[in-house]
């Protein structure tokens, strides 16, 4: 039977949405479809496969690759969808900020939000629960819950060039490097040779950053189990998290990337929020 998906884009990464009533097969074969999926020349073409599921009064989620069932009453209450992300490589990614974007306007396109003028939502993922809200402007917000420092500042080195990276954790892990010219990084070859540095034994999505003003970072990025992509969400507040941290910039700034730029905004103690465009390409069907 053919699978019915949408593709969708949060500033150049882009996701295959499995369409409603859709539900895969979590068994064996499900890696080799998300590659094949992904697949830029045989394929659909994405950075990942996302599946969203409605939560139900049982709170009934998939917890596993193989296994559906009950969740406990803890995780279900409050939650109303649970969202699920796959990388290009068939991995499973715990968290990603583009994604969430792409998926608060799935939900309200497709008409799955429990009233027509819900505009917030909170969705359940691998690192904890995340809320997106639209705005009138179309853009999304997304509360992005709060960051973590899970190695503080670390030295890496690269094809003999020797870096100091600021850790950050969005629910997924971040290593960001601020140099003085971005122009400059050989950001296929270096982060490449990073994202599986020692210090990192579940690998690293690696940022290179440049302050271009107080308000203004300009970062590309190498996500795990992807590669260069055009933007990475948790990747532009793991950025501004880590510029805060060394005093380089105040409460919120643009991250400019390569397929556009999100605004990200963290007070002190508080959650970072990321602000963003997020859009449906196509819709369409592919043989599975």
Known sequence: MPMKFSKWTGLGNDFVLL???????????????VIRLCDRRFGIGADGVVIVTPMDGEGCLVLDKAEVGPASKAVANGVDFEMRIFNADGSEAAMCGNATRCVAKFIVSRGLAKSADTKVFNLHTKSGLVKPALLDDGRVCVDMGLPRNFLGSIKLTADSYDFTAE?????????????????????EKWGSILE??????????????????????????WER???????????????????????????????????????????????????GPAQEVFKGEIEM
């Open 19 to 33: 369409e409603p009533g859709q539900t895969p097969d979590f068994g064996k074969g499900f890696t080799e479809n």
């Open 167 to 187: 850790t950050v954790s969005m629910g997924n892990p971040h290593a960001v490097i601020f140099v003085d010219d971005i122009e400059k990084i050989q950001l």
């Open 196 to 221: 599986v540095d020692k210090q990192f034994p579940d690998r690293c999505n690696i940022e290179f950053a440049q302050v271009v003003t107080p308000t203004q970072i300009r970062m590309r990025v």
């Open 225 to 275: 189990g992807c590669g260069v992509t055009m933007a990475c969400g948790t990747g532009s507040c793991a950025t501004l998290v880590a510029a805060q941290r060394t005093g380089r910039v105040g409460v919120e700034a643009d991250i400019v990337l390569d397929g556009g730029t999100l605004h990200i905004k963290h007070e002190e103690d508080g959650p970072v929020l990321m602000t």
